[in-house]
């Protein structure tokens, strides 16, 4: 992925020609109602939770994915005082993401998952405990956009009729898409955002 971002240079939103894959940093704000991240809770407009279960057949043990959530909205991304909207609300096959895991938890024999926990879990058809009521081993971990936070973003850039009046000069405003060729790609790396990636 981040060889792929590296092949495009950082371009600011008004300079975008139609069809254009334009790759921007910015900060990221929902267009309505933001999401609220079940295990942080944190407002963002995007997060992805996996929670791994730990098996063990007697000589060794692995981690296993019990759970794996992905939740998302389409929104904006303010650079340099310009805005467009990101529509990550389309088919998986036509972008890529990778978000940071920046709240991790864990739950095993001698710690209690906290009900927060438990009750995502339920919503899941989980529990933290086994047949006989020990503690499984859990771990999980949630990645988000948070309001405000810096991320790049890679895709193509289409201006549309809008009534979001992002530009008082002009009733059109850019959305960034992808598809299956030329994915939209959105992340909040920080090595991403590197001036050095061209």
Not at 9 to 16: D, G, H, S, T, Y
Not at 74 to 85: H, L, T, Y
């Amino acid at each position: 992925m981040l060889r792929k971002l590296k092949e495009h240079a950082f371009k600011r939103i008004q300079l975008c020609k139609e069809g254009e894959y334009i790759k921007i940093k910015g900060e990221a704000f929902p267009i309505d109602e933001a999401l609220l991240s079940p295990l942080s809770q944190r407002k963002c407009v995007y997060y992805k939770i996996q929670i791994e279960e730990k098996r063990s057949n007697g000589k060794s043990s692995s981690w296993r994915t019990i759970i794996k959530e992905e939740k998302f909205q389409n929104f904006i991304i303010e650079s340099n005082g310009d805005k467009a909207i990101v529509m990550a609300e389309i088919p998986k096959s036509h972008k890529t993401t990778y978000l940071n895991q920046d709240a991790e938890f864990t739950s095993g024999t001698w710690k209690d998952a906290p009900e927060f926990l438990e009750k995502y879990l339920h919503t899941h058809g989980r529990k933290s405990t086994g047949f006989l009521g020990f503690n499984k081993s859990l771990r999980y971990k949630e990645g988000i956009i948070e309001i405000g936070e810096k991320i790049t973003v890679l895709g193509i850039g289409n201006w549309k009729e809008s009534d979001h009046n992002f530009d008082r000069y002009s009733s059109k405003s850019l959305y960034i898409s992808g598809n299956q060729e030329e994915k939209l790609i959105i992340t909040d790396l920080v090595k991403a955002l590197n001036p050095k990636n061209k």
